[in-house]
């Protein structure tokens, strides 16, 4: 960290495009890509393989006769893997299920991802195993399903849980900012080309606007203590009061401990295998 932070900010004595363009790049690469040994239940799953973006990403699909289907999507530095609790549970409910890895994530190829990106590829993954009428994402992968669902048709009947999802792109900005302790004037330009890559401000992309455009029922899992993804910044959609959206607030279960929780995995399977 010591390393990466002297060099971008020498670089931005030289260059703060240059230095932004670089801290970008850092941005969006997953540091952590552990290959974990599959658990059982992944060894029973039909594996399949898409070309995206001409990288192939990994995936499995389980029980395809089943008429309610549900996709999982993991988080940044995260892999389907880590959901095999709620694979089994689903499965003991009769659905079908999906979950494909992310590029640069898991068994994907691929060095880097940012959001639209992960949402062009749930497009690809609805387009060759949807339509889905169930939806279940942690952290990063939330916010990819929000915006995915923004822009694509669903209907009102539809359900989505969402676990501890990165609601503020531009808090999870500023916490890189100060976690490599990066000057402060290489930020304006970061953001500046955010834009340029875009054709969005880093605003933008945040669930508490793309939310209120959609239809389906949420059901949103947060804990007091995630400082990953803090609290506060579900406030706006609290006070928004939207009425397809649920809040079910916990203390103590951080940002990755809640998805892993018995009560939380009971309360996402009843709540998405029910009509």
Known sequence: MKYISARLNILSLISKEKAAEEAIKMFSTPR???KKLNPPIFESGIKHSLVFNGKKIKGYQWNPEGQKKVLILHGFESSSVNFHRYVEEFLLKGMQVVAFDAPAHGKSEGKTIILPEYVSMIELVQEKFGPFQRFMAHSFGGLALVHFLEKNPHQPTDKIALIAPATETTTAIHQYFTMLNLKEDIKPVFFKVIEQK??????????????QQVQAKVKWYHDKQDYITPVSDIRPSIEKKLPNVEFRISSGLGHN???????????????LSSE
């Open 32 to 34: 952590l890509k552990k």
């Open 257 to 271: 401990r809640i998805y892993r929780d018995e009560e939380t995995v009971r309360d996402v399977i009843n709540f």
């Open 198 to 211: 875009t054709g969005k401000k880093a605003e933008y992309f945040s669930i508490n606007r793309a939310i």
